[in-house]
């Protein structure tokens, strides 16, 4: 199964939105509602942000949010603030042999 | 709350097997949820290794499956993981983690452990 393929950077000013997009084939994100996004800072653990897809775990702010059309999902931070400079890795349920398919990550830089 | 924190040597030697422990407090292994590992070579991704269950069902990666054993220690309230035949590119940070399915994202991580394989 290969990587969910993400782009490798994305900024914003503080205040602005971004998306970032996680590219997956009908084999994984096309075919299961179960797309997860990581937030990990350096030198720290990925703390989970967004699950199946678009619901948010408690104390998790509402300025993220989640979508997927196709074999895409995407992932919205609005309200960019800085401690939402970090790396952001999506992950799919790719099937009973690849129950975890991580994305390659993103680099959100808040300008 | 619930922590995790990982355990282990933080050297191996190429060809050698790398063994962690990953205790958990605030929560009885027993009494439920999914436990996991998951690592990440230094300054790339993220990559699931395996998980259990409490009651021992144990789901792998395929790429990793003929190197690794994960297992559960209730009485210790502990999962470990053995990683056999390592080399240079085992090399990460790895983490433990626990979700609520087999196939549902892991929602409490321990702050990683980083294992470097080298002579």
């Known amino acids: 199964q290969s990587a969910l393929t993400q782009p490798a950077s994305v900024s914003g000013s503080p205040g602005q939105s971004i998306t970032i997009s996680c590219t997956g084939t009908s084999s994984d994100v096309g075919s299961y509602n179960l797309v997860s996004w990581y937030r990990q800072h350096p030198g720290k653990a990925p703390k989970l942000m967004v699950y199946e897809g678009s619901k948010r775990p408690s104390g998790v702010s509402n300025r993220f949010s989640g979508s997927k059309s196709g074999n895409t999902a995407s992932l919205t931070i609005s309200g960019l603030q800085a401690e939402d400079e970090a790396d952001y890795y999506c992950c799919s349920y790719g099937g009973s042999s690849a129950p975890y398919v991580f994305g390659t990550g993103t680099k959100v830089t808040v300008l | 709350q619930v922590q995790l924190q990982e355990s282990g040597p933080g050297l191996v030697k190429p060809s050698e097997t790398l063994s962690l422990i990953c205790t958990v407090s605030?929560?009885?292994?027993?009494?439920?949820?999914?436990w996991g590992w998951v690592r990440q070579p230094p300054g790339e991704g993220l990559d699931w290794i395996a998980t259990?269950?409490?009651?021992?069902?144990?789901y792998y990666n395929p790429s990793l499956k003929t190197r690794v054993t994960i297992s559960v220690d209730t009485s210790n309230n502990q999962f470990s993981l053995k990683l056999s035949s390592v080399t240079v590119a085992d090399t990460a940070v790895y983490y433990c983690a626990r979700s609520y399915g087999s196939i549902h994202p892991f929602d409490i991580w321990g702050q990683g452990t980083l294992v470097t394989v080298s002579s």
């Open positions: 605030g929560y009885s292994i027993s009494s439920g949820y999914y």
């Open positions: 259990i269950y409490h009651s021992g069902s144990t």
